[in-house]
């Protein structure tokens, strides 16, 4: 129990179903949409992230993300089912998570945007140390001209003491190159409890290089390098998403 209470701050970004700063965008009021993450890592970590965790390296993890545009301001989601292909043909079903996003309305139409996002989520015991887990995501970004600076400062949080919240941001500069195209660099990190942050070389650092097309089916590519040994060294990740019903 010791030697897993150490190895979880260490280690806690070395699987995830979604990597994605959020932007502060949502469906249209009364939109459906669906939205598929997947993320494979081809050179990972060859430790659990605690014991029982399946091995990051040459795994796929993935999940469709259902989600409704309640209001200009506010849209609710559901992820079901996370879901991780491991080596020698091993499928399994990880969690079901719920969200809720409430952002200022318009944010792709503003220079200065803000929002935050709630996530709720019931875990096999294979993907979380613990059962029920949560994330407080905050959304802040600037816009000029064609340039895009956006900040999740997310707080993760297994719904124990508020000490043990766990701080993850992550950043996003993108160019848009027009309404269809973009390339951007992101910036991914665990550092570990607010607290006590964890020392340099065993925060999780990860910077993913990114190109999104925006049109009938919007798709974001990226290719990711980890920073130091606490990281994976390299992930691929890949997004489609689509509008099911627009009122």
């Known amino acids: 129990m010791a030697a897993a209470a150490v190895a979880w701050p260490l280690l806690a970004r070395a699987q995830t179903d979604e990597i994605q700063v959020y932007t502060a965008e949502i469906a249209d009021p009364g939109e459906f949409t669906l939205t598929l993450h997947d993320n494979y890592t081809p050179d990972g970590l060859h430790t659990p992230e605690f014991p029982g965790a399946v091995v990051p390296n040459h ?41 809720t996003l409430f952002v200022v309305p318009h944010a792709d139409k503003r220079s200065f ?59 996003r500069l993108a160019y848009n190159f027009s309404p269809k195209w973009a390339v951007a660099v992101e910036q991914y990190a665990d550092l570990g409890q607010v607290r006590k942050f964890l020392p340099g070389d065993q925060q999780s650092q990860s910077t993913f290089a990114v190109i999104d097309y925006n049109g009938k089916t919007n798709v974001e590519f990226g290719v990711g390098h980890g920073e130091n040994d606490a990281t994976n060294s390299v992930v691929i990740k890949l997004m489609f998403t689509w509008s099911l019903h627009h009122p």
Do not use: M
């Open 59 to 99: 795994v796929l993890n993935g999940v469709p993300e259902w989600a409704y545009g309640a209001k200009d301001w506010l849209e609710l989601g559901v992820y079901l089912p996370v879901y991780t292909a491991a080596p020698g043909g091993h499928y399994y079903v990880e969690s079901t998570k719920l969200r």
């Open 113 to 171: 945007f803000y929002g935050i996002n709630f996530e709720y989520s019931r875990n096999a015991v294979r993907w979380e140390p613990t059962r029920y887990s949560g994330e407080i995501r905050p959304i802040i970004g600037w816009r000029s001209g064609p340039v895009d600076l956006v900040l999740n400062p997310i707080l993760d949080t297994g719904f124990q003491k508020f000490k043990n919240l766990d701080f993850a941001p992550c950043v």
